[in-house]
């Protein structure tokens, strides 16, 4: 089983605060995502990245940045926290090959900005 | 441009009644379709997809979804609802024979199954 940890469940952070969201998977994916979940919103993809080093921007770039310095690694920057990004953050990753692949995500980051 | 409309963000059922979840997609292209699920506090698991061949597919806990082409639908259905069904549904598309992998989610349903 692809099993996708987010280093944190539950986040604080002040408004202004550079913040860090950690994803790891342990299944040699290429591709990972960073999605934002908001009621009523539904999903919306923030970046992606298909290899170590590489990313592309999503729906909702703006205020975010990512990092890939290792295959199993995908992190989500927000360069300084506001109030407007208070979400709960999903990763997944998805297994080059096939367009029929699921997703697999992690459980979640349930970030708090005040 | 692909994209997805889940059609009511909140439906209610009796306990042993039909569920019915409904999607349309608008996709230049054919499409993957896929039905993920996402119980509280939990992250998304996939409950079924489409992706060519026969139309009607089955997924996981006894739900199903039918491609329907004409109607742009993959409406998710099962036949009698458990309390444990309750959860949030979410319909996503993505295009075959893109360049790119993106996923386009709908805003999903979030299903009460009542006693």
């Known amino acids: 089983d692809v099993k996708v940890t987010q280093s944190s469940r539950y986040l604080v952070k002040r408004t202004g605060e550079k913040v860090f969201l950690e994803c790891v998977q342990d299944?040699?994916?290429?591709?990972m995502f960073w999605y934002r979940q908001d009621p009523g919103l539904g999903l919306r993809l923030i970046y992606f990245?298909?290899?170590?080093?590489?990313?592309e921007k999503g729906d909702i770039p703006e205020g975010y940045s990512v990092s890939r310095e290792k295959k199993e690694r995908f992190s989500l920057i927000l360069e300084s926290a506001s109030t407007n990004q208070t979400s709960m953050y999903l990763c997944?990753?998805?297994?080059?090959?096939?367009?029929?692949?699921?997703?697999?995500f992690g459980n979640g980051t349930r970030l708090t900005v005040t | 441009a692909q994209s997805v409309t889940q059609l009511g963000s909140h439906v209610s059922v009796s306990e042993g009644a039909l569920v019915l979840l409904r999607c349309n997609y608008s996709?230049?292209?054919?499409?993957?379709l896929f039905w993920y699920v996402q119980y509280p506090n939990q992250g998304l698991q996939l409950l079924l997809k489409?992706?060519?061949?026969?139309?009607l597919v089955k997924g996981i806990n006894g739900f199903e979804a039918e491609f329907k082409k004409s109607e742009t639908s993959f409406h998710l259905t099962k036949p009698s609802a458990h309390m444990s069904d309750a959860a949030e549904y979410f319909c996503?598309?993505?295009?075959?024979?893109?360049?790119?992998?993106?996923?386009?989610f709908g805003k999903g349903t979030l299903l009460t199954v009542n006693p």
């Open positions: 997944a990753t998805f297994m080059t090959g096939s367009y029929n692949s699921p997703l697999h």
């Open positions: 299944m040699d994916h290429e591709n």
């Open positions: 990245s298909y290899d170590v080093k590489m990313k």
């Open positions: 996709s230049s292209v054919p499409p993957y």
């Open positions: 489409y992706t060519t061949g026969a139309t």
């Open positions: 996503a598309v993505t295009l075959s024979g893109g360049s790119n992998y993106k996923l386009t």
